[in-house]
Structure formats: C-alpha cells, structure tokens
C-alpha cells in the first residue's frame, strides 16, 4: 500500500527534518501509539494531521504530525511531534 507524505526525514542546509531522539527506535518497542521528537527548518511550516516518511534499513515508517510549535528565530525552525502510523518493508529485490 502506497502512502502520500508530504515530508521526509533528512534534507538539506536550510530545509530539512531530523529525529530529536533517534536511538529510540533501536530501544523501544514500536506501536501506533508511539510518539517521537522532530526538529527542522521548512520554508512551508507542516501542520498537524501532515504525513512524515522516514526510510530504514528494512522500511520505511509513516508518521502523522500531532503537534508542531514553530520557533521565532530562526522564522523556519519547528519542533513537533509525530506519531507513528504505518510501515512499510523494502523489497530487497529493488532496493
């Protein structure tokens, strides 16, 4: 099943997404009711109820946005929190 996101994690200088807190997902165990930290710099600010992608090594996990507090200065920096609502396993065939 294909799922439309408007952000990933990653990116560059200036326009990017980051986990806050990324060893958790080698540390916990992950359910729908996971929550996790992000931090980034986006001209278009997300919104809550906005999709987040972040690729693994074996998949690639789907996020809502459930909270996002965008910061003053700098004008594109944000901290959210996502919550975890999907995954999806690589075909180690085409990848």
Not at 39 to 58: N, S, V
Not at 68 to 79: I, Q
């Amino acid at each position: 099943m294909k799922m439309a996101n408007k952000y990933k994690i990653g990116g560059g200088w200036g326009d990017s997404i980051q986990w806050q807190h990324p060893e958790r997902f080698m540390k916990e165990e992950l359910t729908s009711e996971s929550l996790f930290a992000v931090y980034g710099f986006k001209q278009k600010m997300p919104k809550i109820g906005d999709t987040l992608i972040g690729e693994f090594t074996k998949s690639y996990m789907h996020f809502v946005f459930t909270e996002v507090e965008p910061c003053t200065d700098p004008s594109d920096m944000f901290f959210a929190t996502v919550r975890l609502t999907g995954q999806n396993l690589k075909d180690d065939k085409n990848d």
